[in-house]
């Protein structure tokens, strides 16, 4: 039988891995400059922290782990005729891997919060899993990229997140525009339009408005039982179009019976005005009533992040929560929070082809390896070479010259060291160059130099 992976997952190759390790350590950089600290948190966590937290749909996709050992014994014939799977589920197994980084992170909080200095500025960089049906862009296993402020309220969190998410693209040569919403001023318009109670079932569907279009959007709503008047008061918010400025001037006179939607209005413009002074971003940023995220524990401003230049979903999301730990008995700690999407962005930086040569160069030099001798006069010079800094390696056979050549080209290797008897003679190495086929007689010195 030929060996295979699980659906969902991947192999990452040494290219692709080059690749990925230049992603996180931008990320990770960027994360530094801004204060946060980096955790991590087990791969698996008790079903206890995880089940409840994603709603029902989240529930389904939760990967879980049989319990060890006879995960049958103390399991009655009642439990395994139980017509409820999850009651059978919660018997059979005590832990699920993460679903993401967030709930593991209020875990987190709650556990060590003695030792925490707050307001506490942490990212994350680690691999997810979700049950979910394998399709291109959607994987099972993937990496988020978090990072979170909690203990603190100010919008100043929100403004500098966003400054974040500008520092990275611009760093990546990605052009992006960066989309902000209020949840409060969604719950403020399901207020004016007099169906409060549907505000889930109406962000849901304006949040697919971009996927599926506004006649879809809108039988979607009158299938989740909005009223026909209301769906005719949400299309003006829905088209909503103009300058930031022009469209919090319009959701002002809409939302004016709405103290919610109101706040939410007031946040917005916040952050917006604060990110406007000149030379703050270098990507635009704008108000998009159709964001809605979603996952219900948002309560204040949402982000989303589209590439310009390549036809992709969002890229980067995230916004505040009010209530990060209340769910582990920590009621009243706010949050707010960003996730870059890796796998995203690596598909992005593939099509745009945006990685700096040396991103992608392994071993800058190899020594072509002739025999005993050679390679006795050749290993201290390796170790010259790599006490520098410089990444090389030697051909670890004494083959013939023109099969280390292909090894070399095969490799993308840059330079090639030859020592042979006149070398050795003289003191010296030959240094060739790949790319031009130049060749020069040089001391190892000068062989530094030039590979330098």
């Given at each position: ?103 593991p992170f209020a875990r987190y909080v709650v556990q060590h919060r003695e030792e925490l200095q707050m307001p506490f500025r942490r990212y994350q960089i680690q691999p997810v899993w979700r049950a979910d049906r394998p399709q291109k862009g959607r994987y099972r296993e993937f990496y988020q990229c978090d990072a979170d402020v909690v203990g603190s309220n100010s919008l100043l969190n929100e403004v500098e997140l966003m400054q ?289």
């Open positions: 039988m030929k060996p295979s992976i699980p659906k969902g997952t991947r192999d990452f190759g040494p290219q692709e891995m080059a690749r990925r390790a230049y992603i996180f350590n931008t990320i990770r950089e960027v994360y530094s400059l801004y204060g946060f600290q980096q955790i991590e948190t087990p791969a698996m966590e008790n079903l206890s922290t995880l089940m409840g937290k994603y709603g029902e749909e989240g529930d389904k996709l939760l990967f879980k782990i049989l319990n060890s050992g006879d995960f049958r014994s103390g399991i009655t014939t009642d439990d395994w005729q139980s017509d409820t799977i999850g009651h059978l589920t919660t018997r059979l197994s005590e832990k699920g891997l993460r679903y993401d980084l967030t709930v974040i998410v500008d520092t990275v693209f611009q760093r990546f040569g990605v052009r992006v525009c960066i989309k902000i919403n209020n949840r409060k001023i969604l719950s403020g318009i399901a207020e004016v339009i007099g169906q409060a109670d549907k505000i889930v079932d109406i962000t849901v569907a304006i949040d697919k408005l971009d996927k599926i279009g506004l006649d879809a959007v809108n039988e979607e709503l009158r299938e989740a039982g909005i009223s026909e008047e209301a769906v005719e008061k949400l299309q003006p918010i829905i088209k909503l179009s103009g300058s930031n400025a022009e469209k919090i001037a319009v959701m002002r006179e809409v939302l004016a019976g709405s103290e919610v939607g109101q706040k939410g209005v007031d946040e917005v413009e916040y952050v917006l005005n604060t990110l406007n002074t000149p030379n703050n971003l270098k990507n635009p940023i704008e108000l998009d009533l159709t964001l809605a995220r979603g996952l219900n524990y948002y309560t204040g401003c949402i982000f989303e992040v589209k590439a310009l230049d390549v036809e992709i979903g969002s890229i980067t999301g995230g916004g505040r929560y009010d209530d990060l730990t209340g769910i582990f008995g920590l009621p009243g700690l706010s949050g707010v929070g960003i996730s870059f999407g890796a796998d995203r962005i690596y598909d992005v930086l593939n099509q745009l082809d945006l990685y700096p040569e040396e991103v992608l160069t392994t071993t800058q030099l190899l020594f072509v390896n002739f025999g005993e001798k050679e390679t006795a006069y050749a290993l201290p010079v390796l170790r010259m070479m790599r006490e520098a800094g410089v990444r090389c390696e030697i051909y670890p056979d004494s083959v013939k010259m023109k099969k280390q050549m292909q090894y070399a080209n095969a490799k993308n290797i840059p330079f090639v060291a030859i020592v042979g008897e006149n070398e050795m003679n003289e003191g010296k190495v030959t240094l060739k160059n790949m790319v031009s086929g130049e060749q020069s007689l040089l001391s190892p010195e000068e062989l530094l130099a030039a590979v330098k």
